[in-house]
Structures are given as C-alpha cells and as structure tokens.
C-alpha cells in the first residue's frame, strides 16, 4: 500500500484544500478505523480501513484503532481479538495507537454534566415508545417532552442518581436539547445517555449508565486530536449533531474534526452486514463467523483470499460519494491477478474416470518433470509420477462428442499434461451402461520436452497416478445468494440463500500435496484456486477450499 500509488480521490482533494487553507500541515492529518467489537469484520469494513489507514500513510500523519464499545450488552473480547487479528493481516499497522472509547467514559460524562450546566441537555422520563412517538416525522415536526424545561440543577441531579445506579434500566434517559421541529429527525432531541445495568468488557461493573453512539462518536474524535473523521453515508444526516456536540464544548471551540462522507462497499451476491452475518451464524447457517463463503476478512483469510487481491480491488474501486453495486466478478478477477503467479499449479482430480495405459508395463513408473508454474520460474519445477493407470476429470472424457470437443473420446489422441500422447481404444462399461475405465495407448515417442515434432493434437488434459495419488476433502464453494440481488435491509435473509453453496467431494491429488500445510495456495490446474483450510484440515485429512474458479466473466478498462 504504496502512498504514491494511490490515486487521488474526493476526500484527498477536501484534505488538500484544508492543506493549503493552512488549517493543518501535512503531518498532522489524522484518522481513525472506529468498529464496534460486536461481530467480525467484513469485506465493507476492509474498504473503510484501507481508506483511513492510506490516508494517513499518504500526508505522513497518524492512524488511530479505536473501538467504540459503548454498548455492552453486544461486544465481547472475542471481537476486538478478531478485528485486531484482520487489520493487522490487511496490512494497516496502528502500531501502538489503540484506542477504546470505554477509556473516555469519565471524560463523556463530564461533557455531559458540562451541557447540562448550559442548558443543552435535560433528564427526559419518557418512556422509549413515548420519545418515538413525540419525535413526529418527516413530515411533521416533533412535539416537546414535558420535562425538556425541567430545571438545570434538577436535570443535573437526577443525571448524578443515573450514574450512581438509583433507577432501573429504561425509566430514564439523558437528551439533547435542539430543536423539536428540525427537519432532521435526528436532531430532534436525541438521547444522549441511557441507563444500562450491564458488564462492560473493558470497564466491567464500573457504570450503568453508557452514552449513545452519536453523542461519543464525535468526542472520541475530538479527544484523540482526528482531523478528517471518514465514515460512510448513512452518517451523513448525522453530521449537523456531530458538529453540534463539538461546537457546544469549551474544549473544541479552536479546532474540531470534519466528518466526510463516502459510499460503502455493496458487492453482488454477497451478504455484507453484520447483522444479516450474525443471524446466518446463530442459525448455524454457514460454519462461524470465519465460513469461506462469507465476505468477512476472517472468512476470506480461510479461503485463501490474500491481503493483496482486497488491497488492489479496493484501490480499483476508488472511493464515491453515491452508493452503487459492484459486480462480484470484479473482485474475483483481482483475486485471480494476484494468485496467478504466486501459487504452483499442480494437477488435482475432482470426479475421476480411470484410464489403463494398456501398452504401459505394469510394474512401471517414471518420474516426469514439470514447471510449477510458467509464469513464474521462480517456483521452479516439481517431479510427478506416471503409471499405468491414471485418473482423468470425467468432464474430459465424452463417448459421442459434439462438434469442436478436442478433449478425449473414442478414437482421438490427447496430449496428457507434461507426460505423452495416449488414444482412447475402448470404453469400458458396467451392465447398466456406466463408464468403469477406458483403455488407451500411449506413444513413448511424445514425451513432453523431447522434442517431439511428428504430429500434433488439440486437446491437453491432466492427471494423476491412480497408484501414487493422495485423496483429500475438497470443499467446492458457489455464491451464497441465489441470484443478483443482495440483501436490503427490510428484504428475508433465508430466501435468497443459495442451498448449494457449498459441495464437498473426494479430490484426487498429485503427491506432492501431501506436503501441503493450512493456509497454503495452490492452482489446481484448469479446476481453480485452492486453499488448504486453516480450521478443518489435519496431516491425516487434508482439507482444500476452492478460493476462485479459473473463469472470469469481468475485464478491467483499458
């Protein structure tokens, strides 16, 4: 993540401005990645990451990691453990800067107290339903609590006894006093503060009482010394609050952070949320909050997905100021980029048929040489063993084969991938007409890297020794949603899951497999992108997670 490759963006050019106004030098751009630690993080998240965290690289400045964690009753340690584990794995290094919004609450509350005493802010005794109901609409004003003209010394006091634990969760809330007739709803009193009688992963019985996120967002910024708070746009009818809260505080009448606006990241066919993610997870659904079938950084660290493919995706993508659709097809293609000339490509089977090499002796085996990769002559070469008896993909073999097929059928001759010419002869069948083996010659005069200039065939297939092959789980993974559409908020979940979305299959490997570790990356020639699975696989069963397929339906622009 080179800052000079970085191409420039709306909010570089906002920052630059704020630059040559000389509202800040160049290393005093700060910024933040601010998640709450109630779930793992997503493919959405790695936008907004590597935004914040280039950004920063870019103007030499600060990037911060907090964790707004004002909601207990949702965030564990298992989430900050793993959100920690992400960033650090998609190359955004905080360093020692790691904040958590739970460390300021004292400071939250004396803001509180401060907004209080300035007539900004009033105990409210309605209920949740109540404060809904006078909030209006928009398209008609909302209508003042009863107790909004309480006075300051009381509104004060019954603040202290919230924070001292004297009332029960939900008779009590601390609001914002605004406007109740703004056009923005959200600007209609909010509440600032509830009572919650809850275990706080960092502060733990510490408090019951915990601030709202739209009142902590923009102190937390305020205290950390942000410049540019980037976040995406659903916070922007936030913003005029977000302003307000730090306008109305002695401590950030000189200098305060601007919030800019981005679109987030949607991507078809997947389900990015974590809300969406979490039910699929409670509903046993898919297998954890790291399922490969997930866009969670988690889930595509355990595909094999690389931190560069999301890296250069991201950058490919740019950043918008109105939200729309990116094919899916766009990322798989930034994923087959990358892993093209890192991996070895070596020869799996996934639905086998037998070939007997006929005129082959029986009790021989030669080792054959072959690149692993001739992209990369780096990755060097590997020696693969031939027999006898070999396997083939079924999906290359066709008894009556249509016009243009140039793989094997009765009669044709087929180059084997690094080995030789063979023939089909003889189709070999059961007495319900289903393929056993095939029979077949080869010519010992073909051998690849011989030579060989006497004839040529159209068609190369692989394969594996039938007698030397290792077999492994393969887990073959399709799109989790049906069709295009993704997941809208108010749209079913459980509908448009695809019930296919994953098939497990015997895999028929060369040798050389068995030296594979977890997390390791292969192409498993002209099948795709595997993976071995970091959660499941042992030495004694392999475990291969199809990454990406080797067909692409997207082209970048030239």
């Known amino acids: 993540m080179s800052s000079e490759t970085t191409a420039s963006n709306f909010i570089y050019n906002i920052i630059e401005e704020d630059i040559k106004n000389n509202l800040y030098k160049n290393e005093e751009i700060h910024t933040r990645f601010p998640p709450e630690p109630n779930g793992y993080l997503h493919i959405g998240h790695a936008k907004s990451i590597l935004l914040n965290y280039n950004t920063a690289q870019k103007y030499g400045g600060k990037f911060n990691l907090r964790f707004d964690d004002t909601n207990p009753t949702k965030e564990d340690v298992e989430y900050v453990e793993s959100i920690k584990e992400d960033i650090k794995w998609l190359g955004a290094n905080w360093e020692d800067r790691i904040f958590f919004a739970s460390d300021y609450f004292e400071k939250m509350y004396q803001y509180a107290l401060e907004l209080i005493d ?20 928009l398209n008609t004003p909302g209508k003042e609590s009863p107790y909004r003209n309480r006075p300051t010394k009381e509104s004060r006091e019954l603040f202290e006894k919230m924070k001292n634990g004297e009332f029960p969760d939900g008779t009590r809330v601390l609001r914002a006093k ?18 919650l009688h809850a ?18 967002h923009p102190i937390e910024d305020g205290i950390e010394g942000i410049t540019h ?17 730090l306008e109305n505080l002695d401590d950030y009448k000189e200098r305060r952070p601007r919030q800019i606006e981005f679109a987030k990241l949607q991507l078809s066919r997947t389900i990015i949320g974590k809300r969406f993610i979490k039910k699929l997870v409670d509903d046993g659904m ?9 866009m969670t950084i988690s889930g595509m660290r355990r595909r094999g997905i690389t931190p560069e493919a999301i890296q250069n995706f991201c950058e490919e993508i740019g950043i918008a100021k109105a939200n729309s659709l990116v094919d899916i097809a766009m990322f798989e293609h930034f994923i087959r980029d990358d892993l093209k000339a890192k991996t070895r490509r070596l020869m799996a089977i996934l639905d086998p048929i037998k070939v007997v090499i006929t005129n082959y002796p ?13 992209d990369n002559e780096s990755l060097g070469y590997r020696k693969i063993p031939f027999s006898r008896e070999i396997y083939i993909d079924r999906d290359d073999f066709m008894e009556v084969p249509p016009k243009k097929y140039f793989r094997l059928f009765p009669g044709n001759e087929v180059r084997l991938m690094g080995a030789y010419f063979i023939t089909c002869n003889n189709v070999i069948k059961d007495d319900a007409g289903n393929i056993l083996e095939l029979h077949c010659t080869y010519d010992p005069e073909t051998k690849s890297g011989s030579g060989f200039t006497g004839r040529k065939v159209k068609g190369t297939i692989h394969w594996v020794s039938a007698s030397h092959c290792i077999k ?30 994953m098939k497990v299959t015997t895999a028929y490997l060369e040798p050389e497999l068995a030296k594979a570790k977890p997390g390791d990356k292969f192409q498993f020639v002209r099948n ?6 970091t959660k499941d696989s042992t030495e004694d069963h392999l475990v291969f997670n199809l990454t990406v397929n080797l067909k692409s339906s997207w082209r970048p622009q030239k």
């Open 362 to 374: 029986e009790d021989q085996t030669e080792w054959l040489e072959i690149h692993n990769n001739q």
């Open 118 to 137: 300035k007539g900004l802010a009033y105990v409210d005794d309605l209920s949740a339903e109540e404060i809904r109901e006078y909030r209006g609409t």
């Open 178 to 195: 605004i406007d109740m007739s703004s056009p923005n709803i959200n600007m209609r009193d909010p509440v600032i503060y509830r009572i």
């Open 472 to 501: 492994a789980e393969a887990r073959l993974y399709d799109y989790l949603i049906k069709d295009e559409s993704d997941i809208e908020e108010d749209s079913s979940t459980e509908d448009k899951i695809n019930p296919n979305s």
């Open 229 to 245: 708070s980037l976040c995406t746009l659903e916070f922007e009818d936030h913003r005029p609050f977000y302003n307000w809260i």
């Open 199 to 216: 275990t706080h992963h960092n502060t733990s019985n510490k408090w019951c009482i915990y601030p709202m996120y739209d009142f902590a």
């Open 528 to 533: 795709g992108y595997f993976c071995v699975d």
């Open 286 to 294: 898919v297998d954890g909050w790291d399922d490969p079938r997930l």
